[in-house]
């Protein structure tokens, strides 16, 4: 039924001024990785303590806590990684986090080369 | 795909009213120096911040530099100088208000942020007696080293200092909170600044704040005429969060803007065909005046703005002979002779002289303490360079003083755009003030990148900190509004129309039609006819799509309502377009059916605003502003004695 949600929020009574009614399931959020063409963001499970701080500073919200304590985010939202490094900074674990560009922003570089006018 | 369960909590209808006497809305570096100002005097002052204060905005991660710190102890110009050349440089469509009030404050703002534990000097003398350092303040300078405005600076350190500076004071902040509306209140056919609403991008708590005084601080409009569905978070120079949610919000709510009709053929970003900014060869901004060279490695001369090749690297720092001080920076572009500071050989000119592409940038032949304050300090402090430049490159086996770094375009854009792909950029439009840098509405200030021609992060830093000051004075006097419960009830079924939906469009188509077209109907030549054509299609966008637009959780949530603001703008800026009836250089702006280039009668900022749905347009004057030193001193008197003591030295008795 189309209007099933709608329908609910509306009986549920919050579109109003309770701000003391507790949360119910009016309206249930849903989430899945929303798939992009880049791998922004690593973790390295190993090294990683779970402690969630690159999450608490990614200003785009790029990642979301995991459900099992102790383990890294999950990076829900990649393609909107605005790779800032952020989230390497805060890092207490160096190693724990690898962000890096998609491979078509890889600036080349060569020796140097010290070439004469002709 | 496997469905995750929402980490937060679902707050989906609850709301909280919160009360403060000043609000600001935006946590970037205006609006934090905004709220700080206020809170110094003693104010109560609540922050809100689409993303987490700490790290948030264009400068979250870091900067680099900070232009026009003409009061620091090395200073050889002073705020007026270099103020009204910027005025002029730009044609006078140009803030002179707020450049005038950067290049007097600036410097101030930055000995703050030192006090809250960022770092402004070479404290470690790392750099100890480099041509660009003074070694008796260990402030470091870029640019022009004669005159010694412009600083180098930690800016990695700035927003964690700013942040905790904001707890110290007891500034209410609140994280992942959107603002998404103005609330005003009418008495007597007066508006006036109410507060805001806000909403938890995480959980979908709606937060009603009611304040006496608000400024806005948020980012510039973005995603306009640049985006791309894949990798949003790179089409665009500053966060994907920052998209102009202020001028938005602004426009809805009646406050007047100007100079909306001014874009610039994209010069950042790192989702098509462009390179991140400073991660290529470049020898701008962050990695001026790198050494450049051409595919066979012939080094690529420097020249002043005569023409004349400078042969040591420590002649690109100074102006040339006969010439005070020269200008560089955010907004120069390709300045006058008078401001014209030393360049490297003009592309054309060096393509007939037979320079081989691709060039390079070899930073092996510059002196090691201007090569170590380029790929070093500076690339390791700008905002998105640390990581993913220094590091990564670092990790990659590159060596500053044994590879060189490809270019990939003709100047410092790294890229080749085309002519419809455009940004907001270089001095911008936004909202227009008075010198309080109060809107048209009571109550309502803006700061920083929210201004019309705004700059770079001096300039968001002292505009921020003048607006919270004029804030809190106001504050002061003002009281509590009552706000209308049918505004906020109309703000909120608008808020979670999206999340009632069972199934429709996801944000990102809508946001790539809107930009598909503003680059058909309002791209590099404009015209009548193609641009209400362009407003035409956005209005069936705003009746067809929007209402099918349909989000799973706040995440999401919060992203479709950035497209909404997207589309508000866009159709500030076509209506903006519309208004202005000949063509302008200064403004980058052609119109097909008025080719007329900048005749008298049209030197002036054309303004707009939005009254019962009808556009209304009005006309300032270009240098409405008046002296703007004299114009300033006037209206700063307890400032300026209290900044000559408390930042000078000053002994506390006024000056004889």
């Known amino acids: ?118 | 795909m496997s469905q995750y369960q929402w980490p937060y909590e679902n707050e989906v209808g609850r709301e909280e009213e919160v009360t403060a006497d000043v609000l600001v809305l935006g946590g970037g570096i205006a609006g934090c120096y905004a709220a700080i100002a206020a809170a110094r005097r003693g104010l109560s002052v609540a922050l809100v911040e689409k993303g987490a204060t700490i790290r948030s905005g264009a400068a979250g991660s870091g900067i680099d530099h900070w232009e026009s710190a003409c009061t620091n102890p090395c200073s050889k110009v002073t705020p007026k100088e270099i103020a009204e050349a910027y005025v002029d440089e730009q044609d006078h469509y140009s803030n002179g208000i707020a450049h005038y009030i950067e290049c007097r404050e600036g410097y101030d703002r930055l000995l703050d942020m030192e006090s809250f534990g960022g770092k402004i000097r070479d404290t470690e003398d790392e750099f100890a007696g480099a041509e660009f350092r003074d070694d008796e303040t260990k402030l470091m300078f870029a640019y022009d080293y004669a005159n010694r405005f412009t600083l180098r600076v930690w800016g990695t350190t700035f927003k964690p200092a700013l942040f905790h500076e904001l707890k110290r004071l007891g500034v209410k902040i609140f994280d992942r909170t959107e603002a998404t509306a103005l609330l005003l209140s009418e008495e007597e056919g007066k508006k006036r600044g109410a507060g805001a609403v806000g909403m938890n991008v995480r959980t979908g708590k709606i937060t009603v704040f009611r304040s006496r005084s608000t400024i806005l601080t948020m980012s510039r409009p973005a995603r306009i005429w640049l985006f791309h569905p894949d990798l949003p978070g790179l089409c665009e120079f500053r966060p994907p969060q920052s998209i102009g949610s202020g001028h938005a919000m602004g426009w809805r709510a009646g406050i007047e803007f100007t100079m909306m009709e001014k874009s610039v053929k994209g010069e950042f970003s790192a989702s098509g065909r462009s390179f991140p900014p400073y991660a290529a060869g470049n020898n701008h901004n962050t990695w001026y005046a790198a050494t450049m060279v051409d595919a066979r490695g012939v080094e690529i001369p420097y020249v002043d703005r005569d023409g004349r090749e400078l042969s040591a690297v420590s002649e690109r720092y100074y102006p040339a002979k006969g010439q005070k001080f020269f200008l560089k920076g955010g907004v120069i572009d390709n300045p006058k002779y008078e401001y014209r500071g030393p360049e490297t050989l003009d592309f054309e000119e060096l393509m007939k002289r037979g320079y081989q592409l691709p060039f390079y940038a070899d930073l092996s032949r510059m002196p090691e303490m201007e090569r170590r304050v380029i790929w070093g300090m500076m690339v390791g402090e700008e905002g998105k360079t640390r990581i993913p430049v220094l590091q990564n490159y670092t990790e990659r086996g590159f060596d500053p003083k044994l590879h060189m770094l490809q270019s990939y375009g003709s100047g410092w854009q790294s890229a080749s755009f085309l002519p419809q792909e455009r940004q907001l950029f270089g001095a911008p439009g936004g909202v227009m003030h008075d010198w309080d840098l109060r809107t048209n509405i009571e109550g309502i200030y803006a700061a920083g990148d929210q201004l019309f021609a705004s700059d770079c992060c001096g300039f968001a830093a002292a505009t921020g900190y003048y607006a919270g000051r004029k804030a809190a004075e106001y504050a002061k006097k003002a009281p509590l509004r009552d706000i209308c419960r049918d505004d906020v009830k109309r703000e909120k079924e608008r808020l979670y129309a999206p999340l009632l939906r069972e199934e429709g469009m996801d944000w990102r188509e809508l946001n790539m039609a809107i930009s598909k077209a503003m680059q058909n109907y309002c791209g590099e030549v404009k015209c009548r006819d193609l641009l209400l054509e362009g407003l035409s299609l956005l209005k069936s966008y705003r009746e067809e799509a929007v209402p099918q637009i349909c989000c799973r959780n706040p995440h999401e949530l919060m992203r479709a309502h950035e497209v909404f603001d997207i589309l508000d703008v866009s159709e500030m800026i076509l209506h903006a377009c519309l208004l202005r009836e000949s063509s302008s250089e200064p403004l980058c702006f052609v119109r097909s059916d008025f080719p007329q280039t900048d005749p008298q009668e049209d030197r002036r900022f054309i303004t707009l605003r939005q009254e019962g749905g009808e556009v209304v347009a009005g006309s300032v004057p270009l240098d409405y502003f008046g002296d703007l030193e004299e114009e300033y001193e006037k209206r700063n008197r307890d400032y300026i004695e209290e900044a000559r003591v408390k930042y000078y030295g000053g002994d506390g008795k006024e000056n004889e």
């Open chain 1, 1 to 118: 039924m189309m209007a099933e949600k709608r329908e609910k929020y509306e009986k549920s009574g919050k579109n109003d001024r309770s701000g003391e009614t507790a949360s119910s399931d009016a309206v249930v959020f849903s989430v899945c990785p929303v798939p992009c063409s880049a791998r922004p963001i690593v973790y390295d499970d190993s090294v990683c303590i779970g402690c969630g701080r690159c999450a608490e500073v990614c200003q785009v919200d790029v990642l979301v806590p995991s459900a099992g304590k102790g383990r890294h985010p999950l990076v829900m939202f990649p393609g909107e990684c605005y790779y800032c490094g952020s989230c390497v900074m805060e890092c207490p674990v160096p190693g724990a986090i690898r962000l890096v560009h998609p491979l078509m922003n890889q600036a080349k570089f060569v020796p140097v080369r010290s070439g004469k006018k002709t």
